[in-house]
Nanobody, 128 residues
Framework: QVQLVESGGGLVQAGGSLRLSCAASGRTFSSVAMGWFRQAPGKEREFVAAISWSGGTTYYGDSVKGRFTISRDNDKNTVHLQMNILKPEDTAVYYC?????????????????????WGQGTQVTVSS
C-alpha cells in the first residue's frame, strides 16, 4: 500500500504563502493520481487540487483557482501544493490523497470517495 506524509503546514498572515509537500512511499506504482483536500471544523471535506502522475493533468477547486498550484516530482514521488495570496477562509487541515483509478474530468477527480489512501493531514492557519 502507498503511504503518504504531508509537511509544510503552519501559521501565516493573510496574503502570504505556504508550500505543502506530500511524500509517497511503499507501493507507489499503484497510484495514478494525487489530490489535495481540506477540512475546516464543522465543514465537509473540500476538494483543492489534483494531478496525474503520468500526464500531469491538473484540476483545481473554484475557491483556490488562480492562487494555488499543484505540481509533482515523479522521481521523488512527491507532490507539492504552492499556496499564494492566502485568505483566512483557507484555514483548514490539508490532506494529501492517492487515487489508483483513472478519472475523466473534475467531477470524478474532486470526489473524496475516489481516493483510497490518505495522509495524516497538516494544519494551515491563516490569520487576518
Amino acid at each position: 500500500q502507498v503511504q503518504l506524509v504531508e509537511s509544510g503546514g503552519g501559521l501565516v498572515q493573510a496574503g502570504g504563502s505556504l508550500r505543502l509537500s506530500c511524500a509517497a512511499s511503499g507501493r507507489t506504482f499503484s497510484s495514478v493520481a494525487m489530490g489535495w483536500f481540506r477540512q475546516a471544523p464543522g465543514k465537509e471535506r473540500e476538494f483543492v487540487a489534483a494531478i496525474s502522475w503520468s500526464g500531469g493533468t491538473t484540476y483545481y477547486g473554484d475557491s483556490v483557482k488562480g492562487r494555488f498550484t499543484i505540481s509533482r516530482d515523479n522521481d521523488k514521488n512527491t507532490v507539492h501544493l504552492q499556496m499564494n495570496i492566502l485568505k483566512p477562509e483557507d484555514t483548514a487541515v490539508y490532506y494529501c490523497a492517492s487515487r489508483s483509478s483513472v478519472c475523466l474530468g473534475s467531477g470524478c477527480a474532486s470526489r473524496p470517495d475516489k481516493y483510497n489512501v490518505w495522509g495524516q493531514g497538516t494544519q494551515v492557519t491563516v490569520s487576518s
